[in-house]
C-alpha cells in the first residue's frame, strides 16, 4: 500500500514513522514534510500543494490511502478530492470539518446535539458595539475563557480569572489581531478538573476508540504562561478506563456523529474530544478533526497492529477493529525556540545549528517539527522544533526515560518544560 501524509510537522513524522513500520504499507510519503524526516520507506513532495498537483500525484504515485495530519488540508476540502478521485481518505469533507475550523459552529452544534459543554455567548456583535457592550455580556460570566472561534494555530484560548481580565485580553486582541479572528470570538464559562485528551476513529455512524493522552498547554512549568500548540503529553490518562470510556462514547461521541449525519454531513476519520472532568462533571471544550500535536506522538507508540490497513478500511467504512492499545506508557517533551509561542507578535527565534546524537532506540523516537536543511546543517525553524517521546511498561519508568533522551538533540535559545506527564 502505497500512503501519503500531509503535513510537515512532528506529528506528521510520527505518522509517518508509525505507518512505516507496517507490514501493509510499501512506501510513505510526506507532502510537503521536514528536512528531519527520514526512513527506508519514506520520502517528502517537495511540489507547490494545490488540487490540480494534488490530483497529478496521485495518478502518478498511485496513491492508495490519503492520511492529512495538519488540519488546513481538512479545511481545504482534501477528503472531499479525494472522493472525486476514489481515493480513499481518513479525514473528514470541508462541511465536517467545520467541527474544529469553527469554535462557534462546534459550540452550537453541542448545545443542539445535547453533549455537555459550559455555557457562551458569541461576543462579535458586542465587539463591533464597543466596550461597555462586551464588558455587559463578560459580567455574565464567573471564569471568562475567550477563545478565538477561527484557526488561530493553538494560541486561540486565554484563560482568564476574571471579566476586568478578560477585557483586557480582548483589548489586545483589539489591537494586534490574531489569526482565526474573522470567524469571531466567543466567550465561555470556565470550568475547573482534570484534562483528558480522547481519540475515536470514526465512518459516519461507527467508532472505535484508539486511546486517551494528556496534553500540556501552557509554556512553563505547572501550568504558567500563555497557551501553545502543545509542550508534551502522556499517554494514556490512567483513571479514563472502562466506564469512563463507554460513556464518551455515548454521551459525546455518538450524538455528535449522528446529527453530522442527520445534517448531511457525515463525519470520517479522527474525533478528538478536549474534554475537563471535575466537579461540575464531564465537559466538552473541544473538537479536533485530525490526530492531535503532540497527542500522536504518544497515542501511535501505544497501538499495535497494522494501522495503515486499518485506517485504509476505517476510510472505505469497513469498521471491523483490528487494533489493541498496548498495556504500557508513553510520554512526549517538546523542545521550543526562544520566543515561542510568540503570541501578540514576539518574535520567535530560527536559524540555531541543531546538535543531534542518537535519533532513535528501541522504546525511543526523536521526532522533527520546525527544521531546515542548511549548509551547516540542520536549524531551528518554527516554534516548536523537537520532540522526544519515550514508552515503557509504567508512567514513571516512561518519563524518565522521555527526559533522558533530550540530551540527543539541542540548540541554542532551547526550552522545555520538566514536568510533562506529573500531573497525573
Not at 520520502?43 to 488540519?71: C, Q, Y
Not at 456583535?125 to 464597543?130: I, K, L, T, V, Y
Not at 504500557?328 to 543531534?356: C, D, N, S, W
Request: glycine share 12%; proline share 6%.
Amino acid at each position: 500500500m502505497k500512503i501519503l501524509i500531509l503535513g510537515s510537522g512532528g506529528r506528521e513524522h510520527a505518522i509517518a514513522w508509525r505507518l512505516s513500520r507496517d507490514s501493509s504499507s510499501s512506501k510513505v510519503l510526506v507532502w510537503p514534510g521536514n528536512d528531519g524526516m527520514s526512513g527506508p520507506k519514506l520520502g517528502l513532495v517537495d511540489r507547490p500543494f494545490d488540487r490540480a498537483t494534488f490530483s497529478s500525484l496521485i495518478a502518478e504515485e498511485g496513491i492508495d490511502l490519503v492520511v492529512p495530519g495538519a488540519e488546513k488540508f481538512l479545511y481545504q476540502g482534501v477528503a472531499d478530492w479525494c472522493q472525486g478521485l476514489g481515493v480513499p481518505c481518513f479525514g473528514p469533507g470541508a462541511r465536517a470539518a467545520s467541527l474544529e475550523r469553527s469554535k462557534l459552529f462546534a459550540k452550537t452544534l453541542m448545545q443542539e446535539a445535547g453533549v455537555p459543554t459550559s455555557p457562551f455567548r458569541d461576543l462579535s456583535d458586542a465587539m463591533a458595539r464597543g466596550l461597555d457592550a462586551v464588558n455587559g455580556v463578560l459580567k455574565e460570566f464567573r471564569k471568562p475563557v475567550i477563545k478565538i472561534s477561527g484557526p488561530s494555530l493553538g494560541k486561540g484560548v486565554f484563560v482568564c480569572e476574571s471579566a476586568a481580565e478578560a477585557s483586557e485580553v480582548l483589548l489586545k486582541l483589539g489591537q494586534s489581531p490574531q489569526p482565526g479572528m474573522e470567524d469571531g470570538v466567543l466567550v465561555e464559562e470556565g470550568v475547573s478538573g482534570k484534562e483528558v485528551s480522547m481519540f475515536f476513529a470514526c465512518s459516519h455512524g461507527a467508532f472505535t476508540y484508539l486511546g486517551s493522552a494528556q496534553d500540556h498547554k501552557r509554556v512553563f512549568d505547572a501550568d504558567q504562561g500563555p497557551n501553545t500548540g502543545g509542550m508534551g503529553a502522556i499517554a494514556p490518562v490512567p483513571w479514563a478506563t472502562g466506564e469512563f470510556i463507554r460513556d464518551i462514547g455515548d454521551r459525546f461521541v455518538r450524538p455528535t456523529l449522528d446529527l453530522m449525519l442527520k445534517r448531511g454531513t457525515p463525519f470520517k476519520g479522527v474525533l478528538f474530544l478536549g474534554l475537563m472532568v471535575g466537579p461540575e462533571g464531564t465537559n466538552l471544550l473541544e473538537y479536533n478533526v485530525r490526530f492531535g500535536d503532540p497527542e500522536t506522538q504518544v497515542i501511535l507508540p501505544l497501538l499495535e497492529g497494522d494501522l495503515s490497513d486499518f485506517l485504509r478500511r476505517f476510510s472505505t467504512q469497513d469498521v471491523t477493529p483490528e487494533l489493541t492499545i498496548r498495556s504500557a506508557a508513553a510520554v512526549h517533551v517538546v523542545k521550543a525556540a526562544r520566543g515561542y509561542p510568540g503570541v501578540f507578535g514576539a518574535p520567535i527565534e530560527a536559524g540555531q545549528l541543531i546538535t543531534l546524537r542518537q535519533s532513535e532506540s528501541a522504546s525511543g523516537k526523536l521526532f522533527f517539527a520546525g527544521v531546515k536543511r542548511t549548509p551547516q546543517g540542520l536549524v531551528t525553524n518554527g516554534g516548536r522544533v523537537l520532540g522526544f517521546t519515550a514508552w515503557a511498561p509504567t508512567a514513571a519508568e516512561a518519563i524518565r526515560d522521555c527526559y533522558a533522551l533530550l540530551p540527543s538533540g539541542e540548540f541554542e535559545g532551547e526550552h522545555f518544560r520538566r514536568d510533562i506527564g506529573r500531573s497525573l
